[in-house]
């Protein structure tokens, strides 16, 4: 799988930007805040649907304007592919396949898939669980659109229920109406679960020889699903702990409040690992990622590493260069020395500057 190609109309900080990539090493440089990572979230946008770091379309169309536009050519198992976003300030935004709207965003999950990696993930083992969580949905919603349908609507209840805890302070009268939330949100909530066991199972087995590679052999790493509440017992469990949720109006029960935990030789790595560690663990836990989606797909997804390589120790560096050699892979930096020095193979370079992007001689 690779991107062939990107337009943008009023994205961000550019009017127009029109660019083909290699379908290998494509290396995106300057100065920061001059635009190289809008357009990997021009990339990410036609995967997820969604910014990874803003949640408000607005946000992303150039100041000024009212619309803006995403247009993605993609080649995939041997077939091209269009996808188009159109954003609008007053509206929700616009999606096509090929030239055919689809009704829900969530659709589009699967069409395309991309690992995005940047310095923020480089803390997800130290931050919250939230984070932990997110990396879990972000991913099972490329790869399993089942999964998506289950999140969505346990989600859309969980709301809902919170809601109604509120609201009981106010209206008593509708404490019966709990149940039908109850039952619902324990039926999806036990499907999450469960399919969260499988993936954290399969990712473990394939992160363990990568970290040991990483450390050479000094230490292996063990991933544990740390779940709120089992899914067998998940209904009894909320109604057990009703009363407690009615006090203090939210859900305490459930897979919104899983999380995940990563071991060396019985340490738990986000209370006692060192910074170098916790980084070590993941850059293991995203090249896992690769070759977990690479064997479920029967495709090598396209991965975007923003500004990444700065935060990295020479022999880090090293070690992902050398992981992604058989990938299309679109890179931002600052400048071109880490690759130069790891006599890295670079197939297209681009300097931006001020919203300009012109393509260098490799």
Avoid at 101 to 118: D, H, M
Avoid at 185 to 203: M, V
Wanted: glycine share 4%; aromatic share 8%; proline share 2%.
């Amino acid at each position: 799988m690779i991107v062939k190609k990107i337009e943008l109309n009023n994205f961000r900080n550019y009017d127009f930007l029109d660019l083909t990539f290699d379908s290998k090493t494509n290396i995106l440089y300057g100065n920061n805040a001059q635009g190289k990572t809008n357009i990997l979230e021009a990339v990410y946008i036609c995967s997820a649907t969604k910014s990874h770091r803003s949640s408000k379309d607005t946000e992303l169309i150039k100041f000024d304007e009212d619309e803006g536009h995403i247009k993605i050519i993609i080649e995939k198992k041997g077939r091209e592919h269009r996808i188009d976003i159109h954003l609008r300030k007053n509206k929700s935004k616009g999606i096509a396949v090929d030239g055919i709207p689809i009704k829900k965003a969530s659709e589009l999950f699967g069409v395309f898939n991309v690992i995005f990696f940047s310095p923020e993930d480089l803390n997800i083992i130290k931050n919250g669980p939230a984070e932990r969580r997110r990396f879990i949905d972000m991913e099972l919603c490329q790869l399993d659109k089942i999964y998506v349908y289950h999140l969505m609507n346990y989600n859309k209840i969980l709301i809902q229920r919170n809601k109604l805890l509120k609201d009981l302070y106010f209206r008593p009268d509708l404490r019966d109406t709990l149940d039908v939330w109850d039952r619902q949100l324990a039926d999806y909530g036990s499907k999450i679960i469960k399919r969260r066991e499988t993936f954290i199972k399969n990712i473990g087995e394939i992160m363990n020889p990568i970290h040991r590679a990483l450390t050479n052999e000094k230490e292996s790493i063990e991933i544990y699903y740390q779940k709120n509440c089992r899914e067998d017992v998940l209904y009894e469990q909320i109604l057990e702990n009703r009363e407690r949720d009615i006090r203090y109006k939210t859900t305490s029960t459930g897979p919104h409040r899983d999380d995940i935990l990563f071991f060396n030789e019985g340490m738990n790595i986000r209370i006692y690992g060192s910074q170098g560690q916790k980084r070590t663990v993941a850059l293991s836990l995203k090249l896992a990622e690769i070759e977990l989606v690479k064997s479920i797909i029967h495709d090598t997804p396209v991965l975007l590493l923003d500004d990444v390589m700065s935060e990295l120790d020479s022999g880090r560096q090293n070690h992902l260069l050398n992981s992604i050699d058989k990938i299309q892979t679109i890179i931002t930096c600052t400048g071109l020395d880490e690759f130069i020095e790891n006599r890295f193979h670079i197939n297209k370079i681009f300097q931006v500057a001020e919203g300009k992007v012109e393509e260098k001689t490799v």
